[in-house]
């Protein structure tokens, strides 16, 4: 319940959350945070184990999305390793391998070390032949940095299949950012024809 819906693990403690399961079974025993907490990292460990098994038997080639991003506040950068590819049914998937903050002011070095413990924890870089990479807001020279440091130690075929954004996705997220400043006016002038 904890996993499928993410409630937080405290839950377990509340006294509203007792009383209630109380109610339901009053032999039912609860657990505390500290074991709902090792359970569900040990169900981790089991899902993330058979997924790098599902990958080493894959027969397809796979593609992996990097995306930089920055809070709204500017205070905190995260990036998030996608991965897609088509399974053996023929049916295209994608799963989240990782999502990872990074500091304020970090370089093109750390996201490198991020990157490639993400390929080494998960064993997929000998299979990973198209590299995507999402920087939000664009940046040329994070773009070429991390392009020139990931193409160095990639296989041939990895250099030629380095992608970035297209300026139409630039142009929707100006858009998109427009929006957003003018919010508060765009709510006043509804406000007013109503």
């Known amino acids: 319940m904890m996993i499928k819906h993410g409630y937080p693990l405290a839950m377990v403690q509340h006294e509203f959350f007792e009383i209630f399961v109380k109610n339901l079974q009053p032999v039912f025993k609860l657990y505390s945070k500290d074991v ?3 359970d569900v990292l ?20 796979l ?9 709204n506040d500017k205070m905190m ?9 088509i399974d053996d049914g023929w049916q295209l ?8 903050n990074l500091r304020y002011n970090y370089d093109m070095g750390t996201v490198h070390k991020v990157f490639n413990s993400v390929l080494t924890e998960w064993s997929i870089n000998k299979n990973v032949r198209f590299i995507f990479l999402d920087v939000t807001p ?6 070429g940095e991390l392009r020139s440091k ?3 130690q990639a296989p041939p075929i990895h250099r030629h299949l380095f992608c970035v954004p297209s300026y139409a996705q630039i142009l929707s997220l100006l858009a ?6 003018i919010r508060s006016v765009l709510y006043k002038i509804r406000e007013c024809i109503e």
Do not use: W
């Open 77 to 85: 950068n995260y990036c998030c390793f996608t991965v897609h590819f």
């Open 36 to 38: 709902v907490e090792a």
């Open 176 to 181: 998109q950012d427009g929006f957003s400043e």
């Open 63 to 71: 593609s992996l999305t990097l995306e930089l991003r920055s809070s």
């Open 42 to 61: 040990a169900i981790c460990r089991q899902e993330k184990e058979k997924l790098i098994s599902f990958f080493d038997n894959l027969s397809c080639l």
């Open 93 to 100: 998937k994608k799963k989240i391998l990782a999502f990872r």
């Open 138 to 143: 664009p940046k040329d020279h994070t773009i």
């Open 150 to 152: 990931v193409s160095d």
